[in-house]
């Protein structure tokens, strides 16, 4: 990650990042599949993803929730994890939509930015739950706490890409 100081507001950073790995699934207890680019629809969600706005099908569809159109995980914290707890996951096994490096999610909450041509504000991090121990058969929810990735909401739609910048609006 790039870290550079504003001139100013010398109390805020600059950073810059890319997308690594783009997810999606069109129900609840599929598995996720790999996609090297995403079409997002401002104020719905991912076409074909199992929480697009109007087409739910996924585990908290009877949660509805603007702001889980699009969520968002680092490589860093899968990295951590294996670090940390010893246990190995694949970026496609987070069930998070896109995996990025460079993007300190945690400190983006209620921040627009920039993922590739669409722009996206951040609503809340987004929180484990033990359904995903489930599905993987990994003990992943204590690893996972305070590191599972952030939810956000489209402002501008577009395509992303594999390879795209993540940057500040």
Same mark, same amino acid.
């Given at each position: 990650?790039t ?6 507001d010398?109390?805020?950073t600059?950073w810059s ?6 997810h999606?699934t069109?129900?609840a ?5 790999e996609?090297?680019?995403l079409t997002?629809v401002?104020?719905h969600?991912?076409e074909g993803d ?10 908290y569809s009877?949660?509805?929730e603007e702001g889980?159109?699009?969520?968002l ?5 899968l ?6 707890y ?6 496609v096994?987070?069930?998070?939509n *896109?995996t990025?490096?460079? #993007?300190?999610?945690?400190h %983006?909450v209620? !921040?627009?930015?920039?993922l $590739?041509?669409?722009l996206l ?5 987004s929180?484990p739950?033990?359904?995903?121990e489930?599905i993987l058969?990994?003990? *992943?929810?204590d690893?996972? #706490?305070?590191?599972?990735? %952030?939810?956000? !909401?489209?402002?501008?739609g $577009?395509v ?9 609006a």
């Amino acid at each position: 990650m790039t870290l550079l100081a504003h001139a100013s507001d010398d109390t805020s950073t600059t950073w810059s990042g890319v997308v690594c790995h783009l997810h999606r699934t069109p129900r609840a207890f599929l598995p996720m599949r790999e996609f090297q680019s995403l079409t997002l629809v401002e104020g719905h969600g991912i076409e074909g993803d199992r929480y697009f706005i109007g087409h739910e099908t996924g585990f908290y569809s009877h949660k509805p929730e603007e702001g889980r159109q699009v969520t968002l995980f680092e490589m860093e914290a899968l990295e951590a994890i294996k670090r940390d707890y010893g246990i190995e996951m694949a970026p496609v096994e987070h069930r998070r939509n *896109v995996t990025v490096r460079g #993007v300190p999610l945690n400190h %983006l909450v209620h !921040k627009r930015f920039w993922l $590739g041509e669409c722009l996206l504000e951040s609503t809340r991090l987004s929180t484990p739950c033990r359904h995903i121990e489930e599905i993987l058969g990994k003990k *992943v929810f204590d690893p996972m #706490v305070h590191r599972s990735g %952030l939810n956000c !909401k489209i402002i501008k739609g $577009g395509v992303v890409n594999v390879g795209d910048s993540v940057r500040p609006a």
